[in-house]
Every structure is written in C-alpha cells, then in structure tokens.
C-alpha cells in the first residue's frame, strides 16, 4: 500500500534555531500533503495544505513565516520551523491523500510523526 | 461549524468486544473513517464508510452509522492487547482537505 516517510521522527533543537521535518511519499506521487500538529491528549489540527509547485494554503491562526512548507516534487514535503521556541513543541504529522477503494473515497495515509523538542 | 466527538477512554478485557462511539455535527459528511494510532507513530487508516451506507464490516472491525442520530460507532470483535492504541473518528465534508477529527479514545486492553 502507499507509505508515507517522515523523517526525523525525534529533534530536539535550542530555542531560536530551525528545523526541517521531510515527507515523503514512497512509492505514488502526492500532489497535496497536508501537515498536522497533535497537542498531548489533543486531536489533530490541520496546519497547512501542501500543494507540489505552488504555495502552501495556510490555516487560520498558523503562522506562514514560522511554519515553512516547500513542496519541491511530487513526492516531498518539507516543513522547517524558524526560529523555534519552547511552545513549538509538539508531535507534527503529515499526511497524502490516496485513493480509497470506490471512487471519491480518498483517504489520508500519514507518516510516523515528527516529535519536536525546543529547549 | 464541524465538530467530531469521541469519549476519552475505554477499557475492556482481552477477549471481549469494544465499541467505541463518535458523534458528528455537520450533516453533509461524505466519508468518516477511523483511524488507529499507536504510541508515538502516526495514525494508520483502520476502515471507512461511505454517508449512505448503514453498516461496513472488515474482519474484526464493524463500523455502525446512524445518519440521522449523527452518530458513528467501530467495534472491534475479540480484542487483543495489540489492539491498546488511540482510535481517532474523522469526518470529511465536501473537498478531501475538509477533514475534521475527533479527540480520540484512548483504548487499554486488560489481559
């Protein structure tokens, strides 16, 4: 089936510095990525659509300048940090869209997680 | 405005049946899926149902819809300790960036 590679799956980084977090579709092409953030006992929040050679689509309320996402090809997604801070710390996930089994069922593979630690 | 609502918590004995329950607010869902997530890892599609189906079974997992109660339910037949994870119900209304989940449930097998 699709698989979604996410890399590193631990960082921990000192305040003020930036981090890069990769995903990669292994083996289909993703055109759209989508990058979660996952607070301890939280659900998910959707931070940003990833869209292959074009500018991301942003969240309401996520930061475009601190939460950097290039999607370079069709089969990886970064997502860099800028200047992280304590209160970035967080498990970040991304995630492809796949196709499901009957048509317009699409589904959303996800990778590992990223979890991020800012000293 | 979505909202997916999931009880925190569930406990049951290796062997038995679990079911764990979602309620859903916005009544143009065209797919709700559960998905599993394991510690630390990333969340792993378990099933998925189509809004006008009533039923979907896939081994040891039946996913129940009531339409009308806005309601959303997975059980999952003989548990087993590997089954221990976050269950995580979503909603997707209109395009597939509209993906709304729940807060999880927390499952613990007891052997």
């Known amino acids: 089936g699709a698989v979604v590679s996410q890399h590193p799956s631990r960082v921990i980084c000192k305040s003020g510095t930036s981090v890069k977090i990769e995903c990669r579709s292994l083996d289909f092409q993703a055109t759209t990525m989508f990058w979660y953030r996952q607070f301890p006992k939280q659900s998910l929040m959707l931070m940003a659509t990833?869209?292959?050679?074009?500018?991301?689509?942003?969240e309401q309320g996520v930061e475009k300048d601190k939460f950097l996402i290039n999607h370079a090809s069709l089969t990886l997604s970064t997502l860099t940090v800028t200047s992280a801070h304590p209160e970035d710390s967080s498990f970040y996930i991304c995630?492809?869209?796949?196709?499901?089994?009957?048509?317009?069922?699409?589904?959303?593979?996800f990778g590992a997680g990223s979890r991020l630690t800012v000293l | 405005g979505e909202d997916v609502e999931q009880s925190l918590f569930l406990s049951v004995r290796e062997g038995d049946s679990s079911v764990i329950n979602c309620t859903y607010t916005?009544?143009?869902?065209?797919?709700l899926y559960w998905y599993k997530q394991e510690p630390g890892a990333g969340l792993q599609l378990l099933t998925y149902?189509?809004?006008?189906?009533d039923m979907k079974q896939d081994q040891r997992l039946t996913v129940l819809l009531n339409k009308k109660d806005k309601h959303l339910s997975l059980r999952i037949a003989d548990t087993q300790t590997g089954d221990s994870a976050i269950y995580f119900c979503?909603?997707?209304?209109?395009?597939?960036?509209?993906?709304?989940f729940g807060t999880g449930t927390k499952l613990q097998v007891i052997p």
């Open positions: 916005d009544s143009s869902s065209t797919y």
């Open positions: 990833s869209n292959e050679g074009s500018k991301a689509t942003y």
């Open positions: 995630s492809a869209r796949v196709r499901g089994d009957r048509a317009g069922a699409n589904v959303l593979t």
């Open positions: 149902i189509f809004s006008n189906m």
């Open positions: 979503a909603e997707r209304t209109g395009g597939y960036q509209k993906v709304t």
